[in-house]
């Protein structure tokens, strides 16, 4: 998103639901689904290694942070 998008108003909610729009119309062709991808296999992992996550806590937790660090611009 660009400056430009920010002062038309655009909201956090906004951006994620059009990013999230595009990945799912996308696929892997769009820029921002490998990292959220690659942010979820590495929660699982720390969620393996941590006694109290469960792997699908540690799955939503990595994507959710590599989904917001892309859209937080």
């Given at each position: 998103m660009s400056q430009d998008d920010y002062d038309k108003g655009y909201d956090l909610g906004e951006r994620a639901r059009t990013e999230a729009k595009a990945m799912a119309k996308?696929?892997?062709s769009h820029p921002s689904t490998k990292p959220v991808l690659t942010g979820a296999a590495v929660g699982v992992?720390?969620?393996a290694l941590l006694p109290v996550v469960t792997w699908p806590i540690g799955l939503a937790a990595g994507a959710g942070y590599a989904f917001y660090n892309r859209i937080k611009k």
């Open positions: 996308e696929g892997m992992v720390a969620a």
